[in-house]
């Protein structure tokens, strides 16, 4: 089945740097959705993408889908101690897959 | 509601217990998603409804977990004869959209944390 997976599993980073995680398909994806998880939470939706080579900007975060619709990238400027969460990936059709997450941790 | 609401928030259940856990999805919303979320995980896809109709139950683990939504709003998932394995977090989701298009994301409730000691 499909899979999705996401690197880093981790990152610790020092507030006003910037952060990048990376989602990649074992399969091409129709569309690409992006969700952020706050500690003791639930994920929350942030963006959708479905065009091959997509650029989506929301604020400080940038949200990247691959020209081949397998992979894809949310990079965070300047974070914030606001940024931390987990950031996952899914990906599918009628149902979503989702990727392990990219755990953020932004210290002051 | 303005959002989907899950009960119980935490349930606590004797090995051997069977439980119910309960969503109650936005309004109007026509899919409805159960994921299972282990610690340190991502979510886990269990089921989907559209209306009333179990479109996709490949996920769910054992004949134990059983879904419905039989009026095609709030949606039930029991897990008879819990085992330590079944720990973790359940959530549900749901989305307006229909007919298998994928628009827009899902909405998730706040979770029910199931412990089985």
């Known amino acids: 089945g499909q899979q999705v997976m996401q690197i880093p599993q981790y990152q610790h980073v020092q507030e006003g740097e910037d952060f990048t995680t990376y989602c990649n398909s074992s399969?091409?994806?129709?569309?690409i959705q992006w969700y952020k998880q706050r500690p003791g939470g639930h994920p929350v939706f942030l963006i959708q993408?479905?065009?091959?080579?997509e650029v989506k900007k929301q604020k400080r975060l940038t949200f990247q889908f691959g020209e081949a619709k397998k992979n894809s990238s949310l990079h965070i400027t300047a974070t914030q101690t606001t940024d931390v969460g987990t950031y996952f990936c899914?990906?599918?059709?009628?149902?979503?897959?989702f990727g392990k997450g990219t755990m953020l941790l932004v210290s002051p | 509601g303005a959002g989907v609401s899950q009960s119980p928030r935490y349930k606590v259940a004797k090995r051997g217990q069977d439980v119910a856990l309960r969503c109650d999805p936005i309004?109007?919303?026509?899919?409805l998603f159960w994921y299972q979320q282990a610690l340190g995980q991502g979510p886990e896809f269990l089921t989907y409804?559209?209306?009333?109709?179990?479109?996709?139950k490949s996920g769910l683990p054992s004949d134990r977990f059983f879904a419905e939504r039989p009026e095609g709003s709030v949606s039930t998932l029991k897990i008879q004869r819990t085992q330590q394995e079944d720990s973790a977090v359940y959530l549900c989701?749901?989305?307006?959209?229909?007919?298998?298009?994928?628009?827009?994301?899902?909405?998730f409730g706040s979770g029910t944390r199931l412990t089985v000691v």
């Open positions: 399969t091409t994806l129709s569309n």
């Open positions: 899914a990906g599918g059709y009628s149902t979503l897959t």
């Open positions: 309004s109007g919303h026509v899919s």
């Open positions: 993408l479905v065009k091959s080579g």
């Open positions: 989701a749901s989305s307006p959209r229909t007919g298998g298009r994928p628009l827009g994301g899902y909405t």
């Open positions: 409804f559209q209306n009333e109709a179990q479109l996709d």
